[in-house]
């Protein structure tokens, strides 16, 4: 018999009407009409951890808790009383149970299977907005409180632990973390799982699957973040990244009945998602996380029905044939009707031999609560002048000792918007220097020195950093697409009026009308965001692009 540990989850206390609220008969009853009823006994497990599908719950008569297990012993996450639903996230995206759900006194529950959710919460405004805003403050409550079925062991000092944790978080997956030089539990982790420091960074998945330093796709496929996808299956559109203007064309095209599958390489959200505070996104006044914008996408995409992928990169297009296949990194060949590409860009790297063995070991390439925790009260450096870099610069401020900016032009006024250039301007914490480039880089396993030059006036400066961003300029990922759509000189994707009628007669365009606003070189392929040539580089218009290119997609499938 399990010992059950009675300590509600404390993050949930403050907030518990809306995590867990309590439902009207009336609303009871509408949820009733999409499920079954069923009677259930005392100490029956409705489902565990692990469990797929994982059922939504509604108890109507008696009561069940949500329990957090966890070497033999089960953490109390809620009791759940009549009118009260079990539940969060993992409903929506269809990924394994991160809780048990067992009965505590007998009685009955309505359940629903996932479609039936998904019809509910797209039909009932109603009860949709109390489902979504239980299921998103859940979700966090879990991430703040680390109650998920991932334990990481690792090291601040080591670069794939960074990598391992960043992508958990930015998937929004609730994960326990042990650090080798500060938590004491460690040893015993290791000798229980027969894992070594040299194994690090570790990944133990629900009690029982130890992963040594993984790969992004294998803890996708060991978490199951990804449903299965069908070969033979043809999609309505076929989104290439998971960023603001690939999440935004989801929304849309899955909102108004299309059927969507997300592609991402990485994990949901780009760029804009590693941005510590977006400040001039319309409607939030206070600003927002990028993680939080995206984030909300991301489920708000989910709640139509988007299907959506990680850890899963396109490779190649097949042009030559309707519908259009997509190859995967994982072996998979998609099919689809239309395709959007929001493949969207990575930022330049500086010409430095060694820079590759400090990434994620002092060379970033995201300003995340996570980072800044890495640099609290030392000197870092942040290179490039755009917003992304003044909104790292700003945040790294509150915590880092100094914050060095390196540019390489004379000023900030053409690169970076106004507000940030005066926050820059008047903290006494952030150093700019311009004509500036950083030249090398110095240290073992860690980065422990930097050294950066003047161009006009020659000068060098070696400073003890161990911490350096790099936000600096930007490729676009159109490696894959070579030969496949028209590039400009610059390898970005030509679209609507940029694309030439010479463009268009190498391409062979089949079609009597010319390519739509954000058509490229193929007809019912689309490019939007930041891989598209011409783009604005805000997270705004890259969210325009992605909502409007849905209107060119129903055009072209009614052709």
């Known amino acids: 018999m399990n010992e059950t540990i009675t300590s509600p989850v404390s993050t949930a206390t403050a907030r518990v009407a809306q995590m867990f609220p309590t439902?009207?008969?009336t609303q009871v009853e509408r949820i009733a009409s999409h499920g079954k009823r069923r009677t259930t006994?005392?100490?029956?497990l409705l489902y565990d951890v692990g469990t797929l599908p994982v059922p939504f719950v509604v108890v109507s008569r008696g009561a069940i808790e949500l329990l957090h297990p966890h070497e033999g012993t089960e953490r109390l996450i809620q009791a759940l009383g009549p009118g009260q639903f079990s539940g969060e996230l993992n409903l929506l995206s269809g990924r394994r149970a991160l809780a048990r759900a067992r009965v505590r006194d007998p009685g009955e529950v309505i359940v629903l299977e996932r479609e039936e959710l998904l019809r509910l919460v797209q039909t009932d405004f109603d009860l949709s907005e109390i489902l979504m805003r239980a299921f998103i403050l859940r979700r966090v409550a879990l991430m703040e409180e680390g109650l998920g079925d991932v334990v990481v062991i690792g090291s601040k000092f080591c670069s794939g632990t960074?990598?391992?944790?960043?992508f958990l978080s930015r998937n929004a997956h609730p994960y326990a973390y042990f650090d080798l030089e500060q938590d004491a539990e460690v040893q015993h982790?290791?000798?229980q799982f027969h894992v070594s420091?040299?194994?690090i960074p570790v990944l133990i998945c629900r009690g029982e699957l130890v992963l040594r330093n993984p790969g992004i796709a294998e803890i996708a496929e060991c978490l199951g973040l990804n449903e299965s996808v069908a070969n033979t299956q043809v999609r309505d559109v076929l989104v290439i990244g998971a960023g603001p203007s690939g999440l935004a064309a989801a929304v849309f095209a899955a909102s108004e009945g299309l059927d969507v599958l997300v592609m991402e390489a990485n994990v949901p959200g780009g760029q804009a998602g590693a941005s510590s505070k977006i400040e001039n996104f319309f409607g939030f006044p206070t600003g927002i996380t990028g993680q939080a914008l995206t984030g909300r996408a991301f489920v708000q995409a989910q709640k139509f029905g988007a299907q959506v992928i990680v850890a899963s990169c396109a490779q190649k297009l097949a042009r030559n044939r309707k519908p259009y296949a997509i190859e995967s990194s994982t072996g998979q060949t998609v099919q689809a009707r239309t395709v959007i590409v929001a493949s969207g860009a990575a930022y330049r790297k500086p010409p430095i031999s060694n820079l590759s063995r400090f990434e994620g070991a002092g060379v970033y390439y995201a300003a995340t609560f996570m980072e800044s925790q890495l640099c609290r009260d030392e000197e870092v450096i942040v290179i490039g002048g755009g917003n992304s870099a003044g909104q790292a610069a700003v945040f790294l401020a509150q915590t880092a000792k100094r914050v060095h900016i390196l540019i390489r032009g004379n000023g900030l006024a053409d690169t970076m918007s106004r507000y940030l250039i005066l926050r820059i301007e008047q903290d006494p914490n952030i150093e700019l220097h311009t004509h500036s480039e950083l030249t090398a880089l110095e240290g073992s396993n860690h980065v422990e020195r930097a050294q950066w030059r003047n161009k006009q006036t020659g000068e060098e400066r070696s400073c003890k950093i161990r911490h350096v961003f790099i936000?600096?300029?930007a490729d676009p990922s159109t490696d894959w697409l070579k030969g496949c759509l028209a590039l400009d000189s610059k390898g970005f994707i030509k679209t609507g009026s940029a694309l030439s009628d010479e463009d268009l007669r190498d391409a062979k365009w089949p079609l009597a009308r010319r390519p739509l606003l954000l058509e490229t070189s193929l007809p019912g392929v689309f490019a939007v965001g930041d891989?598209?040539?011409g783009n604005v580089k805000r997270v705004a218009s890259?969210?325009?692009?992605?909502s409007i290119s849905i209107a060119f997609v129903h055009q072209v499938l009614s052709e």
């Open 23 to 25: 439902l009207t008969s």
């Open 531 to 533: 891989v598209r040539g």
């Open 471 to 473: 936000m600096a300029g």
């Open 41 to 44: 006994q005392h100490g029956e």
């Open 189 to 191: 982790l290791l000798d």
């Open 162 to 166: 960074l990598r391992v944790r960043e």
């Open 197 to 199: 420091v040299d194994d």
């Open 542 to 546: 890259a969210v325009g692009e992605g």
